[in-house]
């Protein structure tokens, strides 16, 4: 059984940081590809990154692309976000996914899904 478990959510001050963990297991994670997504209330769940096991990275919005960094570390089956220089509008549910042979920004594309970590940051 594959269980996917997100962590490292919080409260922050405007320009503090944060850095997601997710956690896989049940999957073969270093052959796996892995994926960010956020959903803010009222919103549809937004591509953040995606981390192909191979190492490609792929960021969504250009506002996350120069404050956030994925990355892996297939050891402890985990990967991470480093999100830098938070604002409010970054304020969402952040969900981490697991695809075996795709490599998306769709989420429809994912086979596993974490239950989200909230990331709330006030102005």
């Known amino acids: 059984q594959v269980h996917v478990v997100e962590s490292g959510g919080g409260l922050v001050r405007a320009g503090g940081s944060l850095r997601l963990s997710c956690a896989a297991s049940?999957?073969?994670?270093?052959?796996?590809?892995m994926g960010w997504f956020r959903q803010a209330p009222g919103k549809e769940r937004e591509f953040v990154a995606a981390?192909?096991?191979?190492?490609?990275?792929?960021y969504g919005a250009d506002s996350v692309k120069s404050r956030f960094t994925i990355s892996r570390d297939n050891v402890k089956n985990t990967v991470y976000l480093q999100m830098n220089s938070l604002k409010p509008e970054d304020t969402a549910v952040y969900y981490c996914?697991?695809?075996?042979?795709?490599?998306?920004?769709?989420?429809?594309?994912?086979?596993?899904w974490g239950q989200g970590t909230q990331v709330t940051v006030s102005s």
């Open positions: 049940g999957v073969a994670f270093s052959t796996h590809n």
């Open positions: 981390l192909r096991w191979s190492g490609d990275i792929t």
């Open positions: 996914a697991v695809v075996w042979n795709r490599y998306s920004d769709s989420t429809t594309e994912y086979d596993y």
